[in-house]
């Protein structure tokens, strides 16, 4: 079925005008957003950019069948009887179904009227109802169904283990090919100092001047399958499941790394089970105590805004610089707290306090350099391009007290790399080099002595 709402738009600015963060230089090149409705109607909507980010208009939700009401100083949409999603304005945090979201910019309201920003049209509802909404970047299209006559057999279903599926009976891309994404450290780094820069405790130059580590004792490697369990994290066009994905490959890690000596290898979960994102850092430094420890965090991304991306990016907790890290860092940090729902504002709050105090967080430049090891050996087995390192305020990073790694290993919303990441082989490669990559890490971490203990863990 071709679904029956194509969204175009008029303007110079195209479609990277309406990417979040994206700015016009004039109001001559203000897009607008054309709607068009599955009995072939169709109405021009205006994008507005008065706090500096893509905005439409909460109104525009209810031309593709939501209901939208406002109550204390909140937005609240419906449909169907089975979905309801709070906004509160001047927040980027919101709930859908219960769960806590995260948009890179907020709703407001403005002259009488609320407007959200566009990336929760073009982002999260192809992300949250995958087989309603399909937005297609490189052609400007929307793509949806008929909302209001969802129910509750088509809400999304739990789909075998990516070992499974066979990559044949998934969907053939007919899109035009399209070029991939620039590789390697595509966008500008900050002034004065580049990756890493927000580093204390052992320098850049140390880091890269470390010889090999003398440390004789145990080292631990916590694995983190990310999402799991109630939360499906990032689904491609044919249903295959972002925690799968990574539940696979994070197997093939532990796999890979067991038995090697003086090494003790822990999963934070093994297998479709939902573990809170503040307390996977927590449970790594738990178990690392005080032996040198590192933590390694595996994730599929997903950009359904813009099909054409593709590649590998490793992360590490620093601020996020580019509106690319901002949405990948906005999207990890999505299930915030889904077991206990009292505890979210705090935590919350918590985010920030971390976000305020990254200039004086210990581990960021071996951080930095696991995730350089990790790029390097993805890239012997990885087709899609290099992507580089990248750094963000990610949740799952925060309290692990050790060198921390996020690692994205593909797009799930290209259907070619879907494909790959599908794939038995690739989980094995792919976890094999991640492996390797700590192997690699060790060789130098921890510095200093065997005297005992971690002189760079505290």
Known sequence: MRWGVGVRFAGAAAFLALLPGFTPAGAQDRPRLEIEREDGSSRMVTVQFD??????????????????DEEDGALLLSSAGEITVSL?????FFRWDGVV???????????????????????????????????????????????SLLGPGD??????????????????????????????????????????????????EDVLNAGPSAYDGVRVVVIDAGHGGEDPGAL????????????????EVEAALRGTPGLEVHMIRDDDSFVDVWDRGQLATDWKGERPGIFVSIHANS?????????????????????????VSAIENAPLNMSTREGDEERLADLDFILRDLRNYEHAHWSENLAGLVQEELDDVHPGPNRGVKQ?????????????????????????????LSEADFHRDSGSAIAEA?????????PGSSSGGDAGSR
């Open 88 to 92: 509160r304005f001047d927040s980027p």
């Open 51 to 68: 706090r500096g980010y893509a905005s439409v208009a909460a109104s525009t939700l209810e031309d593709l069948g939501w209901r939208v």
């Open 303 to 327: 950009f359904p805004a813009r099909r054409a991306a593709q590649g590998f990016e490793t992360y590490f907790l620093s601020d996020a610089r580019t509106e690319h890290e901002r949405r």
């Open 392 to 420: 963000g305020v990610l949740a799952v990073l925060t309290n692990a007290l050790m060198p921390s790694v996020l690692i994205e290993v593909g797009y799930l919303s290209n259907d070619n790399e879907a494909r790959l």
């Open 155 to 204: 809400l999304a279903e739990p789909v075998a283990e990516v070992s499974e599926i066979d990559p044949e009976d998934e969907p053939v891309d007919d899109e035009p090919e399209v070029v991939p994404e620039p590789p390697l450290r595509d966008e500008a780094e900050v002034e004065g100092g580049g990756i890493g820069s927000a580093g204390a405790g052992d320098s850049a």
């Open 236 to 251: 491609s066009s044919s249903g295959t499941r972002e925690k799968t994905i990574a539940l696979a490959i994070a197997r």
């Open 101 to 147: 979201l995260q948009m890179t910019d907020a709703p407001y309201r403005t002259g009488g009227s609320a407007w959200i920003p566009l990336q929760f049209l073009t982002d999260f509802l192809p992300r949250r109802l995958p087989g309603l909404y399909d937005f297609a970047g490189d052609q400007s299209l929307l793509r949806a169904g008929d909302v």
């Open 438 to 446: 700590v192997v690699r890490f060790f060789d130098r971490y921890p």
